[in-house]
């Protein structure tokens, strides 16, 4: 094993997974803090490189309000699920979610590098669902039978958690399909734990003939450290055009301030805004949510003060349709 594959492993392995840790390390009390210490069914992890990013002695900063756990996920608010984006519903294949024309999603793994309390795949059946290697043949011999898919998305979890060697190996058997012209990665991992971005990675993107498309998910401009720019470096001299998807949520990003900021700062990097979402409506994530209303008001707001490629697409996931829905 190399070293930088080491160091990303073990700095993996060092992520706080305590919320009584993560709070201390951050010097705030949780006396008087209504928190969910000790919840398996989602439990905290946060790289301690992403909490140095955090405002020490604050509880109510943008980037731990995303990962410490609070009993408002115990709310059950109407109309939220465990499938809000109808995932379950798309599943053509083993590891395949097919919903859109022209491309397909890999679920590669159910691991990730920090658990995001909005998330909407928190309750998703990964032990059924995701690419193991015994599913992996099904999943290209799917794809290779269907001719009309030209985009393949690496998601899961998050891809970028799989190792160099079976990550490479992925990715290579994917640029065997002639009829994939594009390989699309979405992934949080180089926001909250850049040094993932190897060095071996970066040569099998650039092995590839197609075009390699990364999504980050960054939802506000304090997540967007200097080793993130770092590596923002890296990627785009190896070709790799950068996207960046935010979602909008409540204490986080709900300010035209905040979201002008992130936006300068993503272009600052090289990557360009990509989509806004709206909060999708996932079992224990109600109290993170904006109205649509507000969010139009936001939008205008980012529209009267920035440049038009600099304000991304404002949309929700609707299951059962054929695109994301913008909301304009």
């Known amino acids: 094993m190399n070293t930088q594959t080491a160091g990303w492993q073990q700095a993996l392995a060092d992520a706080f997974t305590s919320v009584e840790a993560l709070c201390d390390y951050l010097n705030i009390s949780t006396d008087s803090m209504a928190l969910l210490p000790d919840f398996k069914a989602f439990p905290l992890r946060v790289p301690r490189g992403f909490a140095d990013c955090m405002r020490r002695g604050d509880p109510n900063d943008p980037l731990l309000r995303q990962v410490l756990p609070t009993q408002n996920e ?105 009829h994939i012209k594009r390989i699309r990665i979405h992934s949080r991992v180089p926001i909250v734990l850049p040094m993932r971005v190897t060095q071996p990675l970066l040569n099998s993107f650039s092995s590839l003939s197609q075009q390699v498309v990364m999504v980050f998910h960054a939802n506000h401009a304090n997540e967007l450290s200097a080793a993130v720019g770092a590596i923002c470096g890296d990627l785009r001299r190896h070709g790799i055009t ?29 990557i360009l805004p990509y989509y806004l979402h709206v909060l999708d409506h996932a079992s224990g994530t109600g109290h993170f949510e904006v109205s649509e209303i507000a969010a139009r008001q936001l939008l205008e707001d980012m529209q009267s003060h920035l440049p038009g490629y600099l304000v991304p697409k404002l949309v929700k996931e609707q299951a059962g349709a054929a695109y994301k829905i913008p909301i304009c």
């Open 74 to 178: 115990l709310i059950d608010y109407p109309g939220y699920s465990h499938d809000p984006v109808g995932d379950l519903g798309a599943v053509a294949e083993a590891g395949i979610i097919h919903k859109y024309h022209g491309r397909v999603l890999l679920i590669s793994t159910g691991a990730c590098a920090v658990h995001c309390r909005y998330c909407f795949r928190r309750n998703f059946p990964y032990a059924e669902l995701q690419l193991s290697t015994q599913k992996i043949q099904q999943a290209l011999s799917y794809i290779i039978s269907h001719p009309e898919i030209s985009e393949v998305i690496l998601s899961g979890g998050d891809p970028l958690l799989l190792n160099d060697e079976k990550l490479g190996q992925l990715l290579a058997r994917l640029g065997e399909i002639e």
């Open 242 to 270: 950068l996207l960046n998807q935010s979602v909008l949520l409540k204490g986080v990003n709900d300010a035209g301030r905040t979201l002008c900021e992130l936006s300068e700062k993503l272009f600052d990097l090289g």
